[in-house]
């Protein structure tokens, strides 16, 4: 499926994949909604979940933490279906515009990952940043998707 990396001009500006994944064999995705251009989350693929998501049309990653592959909302029933993928330049950055069935992508139950504004323009204090919440009310109960098991990606 995935073509050998044989010259910069081949993978540049040639018409084969061939994804660069890091010394964990890993390249970041981030996944936005595809009809509004909003950021729902970053993740990342390895090979296979590469593999299966061109194969599915549905997302999936590698879970760092967890160190498993993950299909996207197998758990939760929020699958994320694939209107289109990217990949950067240089082939080591994946982009998935998708859409999601139940209109949430974030385990911590807003529809974004990205659900909080960290400040900027402020000078250097002592206290930590503040950060503001954009998102104002979740979109689902994790524990009521999740049960009360600790959620495995925190420290």
Known sequence: ?????????????????????????????????????????????????????????????????????????????????????RIDDDQDAVWLRVRVEGDASCHVGFRSCFYRSVPTGQAETDKPVELTYEEKEKTFDPKAVYGDAPNPTIL
């Open 1 to 85: 499926m995935f073509a050998k990396r044989i010259s910069i001009e081949q993978v540049e500006e040639g018409n084969e994949l061939a994804p660069k994944f890091d010394a964990e064999g890993l390249l970041p995705c981030v996944t936005t909604q595809a009809d509004t251009g909003e950021v729902l989350m970053l993740g990342y693929m390895n090979a296979e979940a590469m593999k299966r998501t061109i194969e599915t049309g549905e997302a999936h990653y590698y879970s760092r933490s967890r160190k498993v592959l993950w299909h996207k909302g197998a758990t939760s029933g929020l699958v994320q279906k694939v209107v289109e993928m």
